[in-house]
């Protein structure tokens, strides 16, 4: 299948820092990217997609202010959480679709963030 | 998209067949059935994904009922590299722009 690479894999930062996570489609071009949370014990829950060139569109409750999205290229995508505060930690995954991959959206090994 | 039901966790001894159930009863004529796996702390993994056919490929088969309510995901020979939840999802065809809903999905334990 194809590879979806996200860097870092885990960051520890101080509240009131910014962290960025970017996501990679190695192999293939991804036309859309998506942005998923998990909070331990739950399930995954859709943040955000990105299409190449476009504005990002943000589910419900997720603030567009503090989740700023890039999708600059067909293989990259960049998350940055601004002004992190402890509750911002998660585990976050992001995931691709698009040329070669078809319909399947094929997902990176997520980052972990602990805001201290 | 429409909604899934699988039971929370399952048991499987190592070398058996796991047979996992979904229900989606509400499914739509144009929505195809997903299944990822999630291994601990880990990104989900693509697995299969049907309309009204069976499918096979080197990781499992999936079985669709004819009415498309249910399926059921098989993994033919069970390893304890298969302990993972197991998610269900329906999504229109085409993908395109939607994200995927996942439920709370099947932790599959393997047996030794």
């Known amino acids: 299948g194809a590879v979806v690479s996200q860097h870092p894999s885990w960051v520890i930062c101080k509240s009131g820092t910014s962290v960025k996570i970017e996501c990679r489609s190695l192999?293939?071009?991804?036309?859309?990217m998506f942005w998923y949370r998990q909070f331990p014990k739950q399930s995954l829950m859709l943040m955000a997609t990105?299409?190449?060139?476009?504005?990002?569109?943000?589910e419900q409750g997720v603030e567009k202010d503090k989740f700023l999205i890039n999708h600059a290229s067909l293989t990259l995508s960049t998350l940055t959480v601004t002004s992190a505060h402890p509750e911002d930690s998660s585990f976050y995954i992001c995931s691709a679709e698009g040329g070669t991959s078809g319909v399947k959206q094929f997902f990176g090994p997520g980052t972990r963030l602990t805001v201290l | 998209d429409a909604k899934t039901t699988q039971p929370p966790s399952m048991d499987c001894a190592e070398g058996r067949a796991a047979n996992l159930p979904c229900n989606h009863s509400t499914i739509s004529g144009n929505e195809y059935v997903y299944w990822y796996r999630q291994i601990h702390s880990q990104g989900p993994q693509y697995i299969i994904h049907g309309l009204k056919n069976n499918e096979t490929n080197e990781m499992a088969s999936l079985i669709i009922t004819e009415d498309r309510k249910s399926s059921t995901l098989i993994l033919p020979h069970a390893t304890l590299r298969d302990t993972a939840v197991y998610y269900c999802?329906?999504?229109?065809?085409?993908?395109?722009?939607?994200?995927?809903?996942f439920g709370k999905g099947t932790h599959l334990i393997i047996q030794p």
């Open positions: 999802i329906v999504r229109a065809s085409g993908g395109g722009a939607d994200g995927l809903t």
């Open positions: 192999d293939f071009q991804a036309t859309t």
């Open positions: 990105s299409n190449e060139g476009s504005k990002a569109t943000y």
